[in-house]
């Protein structure tokens, strides 16, 4: 059995285009870092998500410490920052730790 916490993969510079980027279904990725105590409270919601939206949504994580590139790229400025990708482009962006409900409710509104 899978748990929740391994359905939340980790990608770097190297492979964000292969894991998220050119994956069918809608790709939520949280921009997190190891000294950021908010990052460290999104994750279990992150995981649960991961959980329930399995098979319509990946969840994924990337160090934006240990991978500059690809958080330059797409302009995170503060952590945690979530960027919901659809077809390869990102879609919507929440900044910052928030209620499972709420989150799920941005990206229902997001992938209407």
Known sequence: MITETELVRSVTD???ADQVLARPEPVLVDFWA???PPCHMIAPVLAKIAAERAGTLTVRTIDNDANPVTGARFRVMSLPTLIL?????PVATF???QPK????????????
């Open 34 to 36: 190891q000294w950021c």
């Open 85 to 89: 990708f659809v077809a390869g482009e």
């Open 95 to 97: 900044v910052g730790a």
């Open 101 to 112: 409900a709420r989150l799920l409710a941005r990206i229902d509104d997001a992938l209407r």
């Open 14 to 16: 190297e492979n964000f």
